[in-house]
């Protein structure tokens, strides 16, 4: 009789900061680089996480996502692997603005966002715009998708505050369309086991190897 297939063990983390997230400035599919308090944030992520025995380690292909990855990877013969699939919501015309702006330049929109409703789209212009409900759809099967290809195993995927809330979402149970009352936090470490698709949420927003005194130590 085979074996029965364990659950897979998901430590799930939000990118470190970028200048745009310290100004309110959103990115969506925009590629925004961190700066160089997301970068110590990286180093600290990487150092928290040295003695955890990782299966392989999977990012966003937006650079500030494989650039905390990068720091996880490091002295691992691991290489980050990259997918579309773990982006942040594609915000069409909305990306780049701050939030003041967009509900200036996009009454209607912004107040069907900040309303929840998850079907409403922004306008796309140039760059993709999804509905909240897409974006949901989207990010969990990759979530579930990486889970499965390392059944049984341990995996760390660095990607956006938009997918780590459909994580915390679907481990919760919560409906897409209810408030967000948690928080998502740049370089947070979140754990979560994955087994037949299906999301448990074990810890949230561990953030001890974020204080000030362990930046202040990174060379």
Known sequence: MPLPILPTQLTLIRHGETAWNAERRLQGHLDIALNAHGLAQAQALGRALAATAFDAVIASDLQRAWQTAAAIAAGRQLTVQQDPALRE???????GLLYADIEAAYPAEFAAWQARDIDAVMPAGSRVAESFRQFYTRALAAIVAWAARYAGGRIAIVAHGGVLECAYRA???????TPRDFSVLNCSINTFSVDAGVLTLHSWGQVAHLAPATLDELP
């Open 171 to 177: 481990a919760r149970g919560l409906a897409p369309d």
């Open 89 to 95: 919501r594609g915000y069409g015309s909305f990306e």
